[in-house]
């Protein structure tokens, strides 16, 4: 009689509260190379988070690819993905809105940061 060998159990590869697990962004760098980060929860305090953090609201929330909501109200994969960069989950379209304007405003700081860096690194010649 053969003995069934058991198959480690496959982790998820998203999280069910948004986002992508650490298993999911290994994943995806495997199969297609990608080289995913996890997304900036806290304040985007330097150059680097303001960009990505301010494209993510951008690419996602100024015009949604899908509903924010499915039949029975509850969030969709998308509207949970807020939550894995650390904002309110959007309900309405108006919700989406502010992401996205925030998400302009994280760029908008993201290029005067990175002239006055330019300009520091001119004057420092």
């Avoid at 995806?28 to 997304?39: Q, R, V």
């Avoid at 015009?63 to 949970?80: K, W, Y």
């Avoid at 304007?101 to 004057?123: F, H, M, N, P």
């Amino acid at each position: 009689m053969a003995t069934a060998t058991k198959k480690p159990a496959k982790k998820p590869l998203k999280d069910p509260k948004g986002g992508l697990t650490a298993a999911g962004r290994a994943h995806f760098k495997k199969t297609e190379g990608a080289n995913l980060k996890p997304g900036v929860k806290g304040a985007a305090d330097t150059p680097e988070k303001m960009k990505r953090k301010g494209s993510f609201l951008r690419r996602h929330f100024a015009n949604p690819a899908g509903p924010l909501t499915d039949d029975d109200g509850n969030p969709t994969r998308l509207a949970l993905s807020a939550r894995a960069w650390g904002e309110k989950v959007p309900k309405t379209k108006a919700d989406a809105k502010a992401l996205a304007d925030k998400g302009t405003r994280l760029l908008e700081r993201y290029e005067k940061a990175k002239t006055r860096a330019k300009i520091a690194k001119k004057s420092a010649k």
